[in-house]
Protein backbone atom coordinates (compact mmCIF):
# COMPACT_ATOMS: atom_id res chain seq x y z
CA UNK A 1 0.00 0.00 0.00
CA UNK A 2 2.91 1.91 0.44
CA UNK A 3 3.59 2.52 -2.96
CA UNK A 4 0.33 3.39 -3.88
CA UNK A 5 0.45 6.54 -2.16
CA UNK A 6 4.13 7.12 -3.41
CA UNK A 7 3.03 7.66 -7.20
CA UNK A 8 -0.24 9.24 -5.58
CA UNK A 9 1.87 11.80 -3.85
CA UNK A 10 4.30 12.21 -6.88
CA UNK A 11 1.56 12.20 -9.68
CA UNK A 12 -0.10 15.20 -7.23
CA UNK A 13 3.35 17.41 -6.79
CA UNK A 14 3.84 17.23 -10.81
CA UNK A 15 -0.12 18.57 -11.27
CA UNK A 16 0.33 21.03 -8.88
CA UNK A 17 3.82 22.05 -10.35
CA UNK A 18 2.15 21.91 -13.86
CA UNK A 19 -0.76 24.24 -12.65
CA UNK A 20 1.52 26.85 -11.44
CA UNK A 21 3.70 27.01 -14.57
CA UNK A 22 0.31 27.51 -16.11
CA UNK A 23 -0.62 30.67 -13.61
CA UNK A 24 2.72 32.27 -14.16
CA UNK A 25 2.15 32.14 -18.14
CA UNK A 26 -1.00 33.63 -17.73
CA UNK A 27 -0.47 36.31 -15.55
CA UNK A 28 2.84 36.75 -17.51
CA UNK A 29 0.74 37.18 -20.68
CA UNK A 30 -1.11 40.25 -19.10
CA UNK A 31 1.70 42.37 -19.28
CA UNK A 32 3.25 41.12 -22.21
CA UNK A 33 2.97 39.81 -25.89
CA UNK A 34 4.50 36.56 -27.27
CA UNK A 35 4.20 35.12 -30.52
CA UNK A 36 5.70 31.57 -31.87
CA UNK A 37 5.71 31.31 -35.49
CA UNK A 38 6.27 27.71 -36.87
CA UNK A 39 6.98 26.87 -40.77
CA UNK A 40 6.21 24.13 -42.19
CA UNK A 41 6.31 23.29 -46.22
CA UNK A 42 2.03 23.62 -46.07
CA UNK A 43 1.16 25.56 -43.15
CA UNK A 44 2.36 28.08 -40.79
CA UNK A 45 1.31 28.02 -37.12
CA UNK A 46 0.90 30.49 -35.09
CA UNK A 47 0.87 31.16 -31.18
CA UNK A 48 0.04 34.22 -29.57
CA UNK A 49 -0.46 35.06 -25.81
CA UNK A 50 -1.12 38.88 -24.97
CA UNK A 51 -3.86 40.17 -22.64
CA UNK A 52 -4.39 36.74 -21.01
CA UNK A 53 -5.75 35.05 -24.19
CA UNK A 54 -4.30 32.10 -26.40
CA UNK A 55 -4.53 32.65 -29.73
CA UNK A 56 -3.51 29.63 -31.93
CA UNK A 57 -3.93 29.70 -35.51
CA UNK A 58 -3.14 28.04 -39.02
CA UNK A 59 -2.55 29.29 -42.16
CA UNK A 60 -2.05 27.19 -45.52
CA UNK A 61 0.33 28.67 -47.69
CA UNK A 62 0.87 25.78 -50.18
CA UNK A 63 -2.07 27.84 -52.35
CA UNK A 64 -1.32 31.46 -51.41
CA UNK A 65 -0.83 33.96 -54.32
CA UNK A 66 2.61 35.58 -54.32
CA UNK A 67 1.11 39.60 -54.68
CA UNK A 68 -0.23 38.99 -50.66
CA UNK A 69 3.45 38.66 -49.66
CA UNK A 70 4.91 36.73 -47.03
CA UNK A 71 2.60 34.69 -44.90
CA UNK A 72 3.97 36.01 -41.85
CA UNK A 73 3.40 39.23 -43.15
CA UNK A 74 -0.70 38.47 -44.09
CA UNK A 75 -1.00 37.27 -40.63
CA UNK A 76 0.83 40.53 -39.04
CA UNK A 77 -1.66 42.71 -40.53
CA UNK A 78 -4.49 40.70 -39.81
CA UNK A 79 -3.47 40.71 -36.11
CA UNK A 80 -3.10 44.22 -36.42
CA UNK A 81 -6.97 45.01 -37.60
CA UNK A 82 -8.41 42.51 -35.35
CA UNK A 83 -6.56 44.23 -32.37
CA UNK A 84 -7.57 48.20 -33.66
Known amino acids: MSDFKSWRRKLG?????????FEVGWVRS???HD????????SLY???SHQGTLV????????M???LG????????NM?????
Do not use: E, G
Open 46 to 48: IID
Open 65 to 67: PAY
Open 35 to 42: TIKIQTAQ
Open 30 to 32: RYT
Open 56 to 63: VCRVSIAN
Open 70 to 77: SPSDVIAT
Open 13 to 21: VVTLLMACL
Open 80 to 84: QIRQS
